[in-house]
């Protein structure tokens, strides 16, 4: 298995507590909404250890899985696989299902309204098993209502964004500034109460936190877009003319816009999630490692520029579909896994991890033997986006990727190891071994 484990043994030695053995952990699971990972931390003139600290911190700190990748490359079929445990392609949930949610009737992104009323959700699970819950921000895909009110004992009505001066860059691509520091934001009342909660329910709990940014618009106080230089370098994960030998979706935006746009625009970005990292810290003041497991992840990324879709989601390119993906606290040493994997991870974990019984439905990795020992686990990643689907995986000392459509036709493969951000399309090599796998893995046999 690709991974260097780093702080098993260094854990023990200082101290890394751990809950008794028949304890629950608390649980603070942290979303962050678009946050890009291929390429972010990595973009010339943008110092992670400066502008995105407490993530940085938390990667080294905690299992920090280098090619995770989401269920879906869009807000809605992200969450709703996340939360519910139910792979896009089973639900047939695997875009932004407008019509779906006028059929049943439901607000937009309910999953109930989409999936059922009786569906069964991670934090329904927890609660069951004895956790008091609670969710603030954007966890599920509504804001207006407690999106599952049988599952939360506690719930905070979210807002979208941030309230400030926007300008618009191009069309409804916007960004702009809120106040003078992060005080004053919407993303620290968000996690005022996370932390509110963390010092005061009873325990154990299983505090749900979404952080909105960096979601458009890319608004940030002012302090945070000092932070980030006005001129950036390439863009890690472009190249010029790299959908000719591809199928992913493209928007072609970056064909209408200007230099100066497409600047603006990263920075923003950029800026943006800065401000999702000064959220993520607020929350982390609260988190005793020694008592509570925490799992920080995003539903998606956003190409901003890559396979010629800028600002845009909805393809199955690294730029959307990759992750960042964390787990730190209580018995969890610190290691780097880069090995593929997806988020539907954490559904079961969790529940392992709180001496839950795993329900059959439950799709996606167990990754409590890799988290708590460092034991060697077999993972893929399999990611569902409109009609297509894609597979990454390690071979030995190889990673690959593979995609196709539903129907099995428009085939990519590409070569992980030398080739991270997939620019070069191998097919037709290899690719009768990749669609056996890919079948598999549909079928739910791998």
Request: glycine fraction near 8%.
């Amino acid at each position: 298995m690709h991974r260097q484990l780093t702080l098993w043994l260094l854990g023990a030695v200082l101290g890394l507590a751990t809950t008794p053995a028949n304890a629950q952990p608390n649980i603070l699971y942290v979303i962050a909404d678009d946050l890009l990972t291929n390429g972010l931390q990595t973009a010339p003139q943008f110092d992670p250890a400066s502008h995105m600290p407490h993530l940085n911190a938390l990667a080294a700190e905690g299992a920090n899985f280098t090619r995770a990748y989401a269920p879906a490359s869009q807000c809605q079929p992200a969450r709703a696989a996340l939360m519910s445990g139910l792979r896009p392609h089973d639900t047939g949930w695997t875009h932004n299902s407008w019509q779906k949610r006028k059929k049943f009737g439901g607000t937009k992104g309910d999953l109930f309204a989409v999936l059922g009323a009786n569906t069964r959700t991670l934090a329904r699970d927890l609660s069951d098993g004895g956790y008091t819950t609670a969710t603030v921000g954007k966890v599920y895909h509504v804001f207006a209502k407690n999106p599952d009110p049988r599952a939360f004992d506690a719930f905070t009505r979210s807002r979208k964004g941030e309230r400030g001066t926007q300008k618009t860059i191009y069309r409804q691509v916007k960004s702009g500034v809120t106040t003078t520091d992060f005080a004053g934001t919407r993303a620290a009342a968000v996690a005022d109460q996370a932390v509110a909660w963390m010092n005061t329910l009873p325990e154990p709990w299983a505090v749900f936190v979404g952080i909105y940014p960096p979601h458009l618009p890319w608004m940030a106080p002012a302090d945070t877009w000092a932070m980030v230089p006005e001129t950036l370098g390439p863009l890690p994960g472009y190249l010029m003319g790299d959908r000719e030998d591809t199928y992913s979706y493209s928007n072609n935006r970056l064909r209408r816009i200007n230099e100066a746009q497409w600047q603006d625009s990263r920075r923003a970005q950029l800026v943006s999630s800065a401000h999702a990292d000064e959220t993520l810290g607020a929350v982390m003041s609260a988190f005793d490692r020694s008592d509570t497991v925490m799992v920080f992840v995003s539903d998606q990324g956003m190409c901003m520029g890559q396979r010629e879709n800028y600002a845009a989601k909805a393809t199955l390119a690294p730029c959307a579909s990759q992750v960042p993906y964390v787990w730190a606290g209580a018995g969890i040493g610190g290691s780097t896994i880069d090995a593929p994997v997806d988020t539907m991870s954490i559904y079961p974990t969790l529940l392992n991890l709180a001496g839950i019984e795993r329900p059959d439905r439950v799709a996606g990795t167990d990754l409590s033997a890799l988290l708590q020992t460092g034991s060697e686990i077999a993972t893929q990643a399999l990611s569902s986006q409109g009609r297509r689907h894609a597979l990454r995986w390690c071979d030995g000392a190889s990673c690959w990727s593979y995609a196709c459509d539903a129907n099995g036709g428009k085939e990519e493969i590409y070569d992980l190891t030398s080739d991270p951000h997939e620019f070069v399309n191998l097919a037709p090599t290899g690719i009768e071994a990749a669609r056996a796998r890919m079948d598999a893995a549909l079928a739910g046999d791998a």
